[in-house]
């Protein structure tokens, strides 16, 4: 499943840096233009990494690093992950396998199901906090990247 998320991420970026070059270089070749804005390598890699699905050959960047910060945005990522690891073991697996003993009815399945929301909501804001907070500030500020506004 995160391949598969790698992999659409990947093709959203590519798709991003096609449609902001493809007219410009169609332009300028059209126009008979003696420089073809071609991107550099580096600014494509830059791409790659930064938490943006929008191309640019330049991003607004910080002057340094807060590495305190960085380390408290992964400690977070790691807390959420220990914060999901005691809801399955407090909540989730004590209900399943109270459910595997018993035979098999529709009343059973249906408190099953309805015990199981609530964990289920909490550890989907935990990865989406996790994920699209922690993980890609971290990697924004170790990118400098300094357009956290960048969509508003």
């Not at 995160?2 to 991420?9: A, G």
Request: hydrophobic share 50%.
């Amino acid at each position: 499943a995160m391949l598969v998320v790698l992999q659409v991420r990947l093709v959203m970026k590519a798709h991003s840096f096609i449609r902001e070059n493809v007219p410009r270089v169609l332009c300028s070749v059209k126009d008979k233009s003696s420089i073809v804005p071609i991107p550099r390598i580096s600014q494509y890699l830059y791409f790659l990494f930064a938490p943006t699905l929008i191309y640019r050959d330049n991003y607004p960047r910080n002057p340094t690093i807060r590495w305190g910060y960085v380390a408290t945005k992964f400690a977070q990522v790691l807390g959420s992950l220990f914060y999901a690891y005691y809801i399955f073991v407090r909540l989730c697996i004590p209900q399943f396998r109270n459910s595997s003993q018993e035979t098999f009815n529709l009343r059973g399945l249906v408190l099953c199901i309805f015990n199981s929301i609530l964990p289920g909501v909490l550890i989907l804001f935990l990865v989406f906090f996790a994920f699209l907070h922690c993980w890609l500030n971290a990697f924004a500020e170790m990118l400098r990247f300094a357009d956290r506004m960048f969509y508003k």
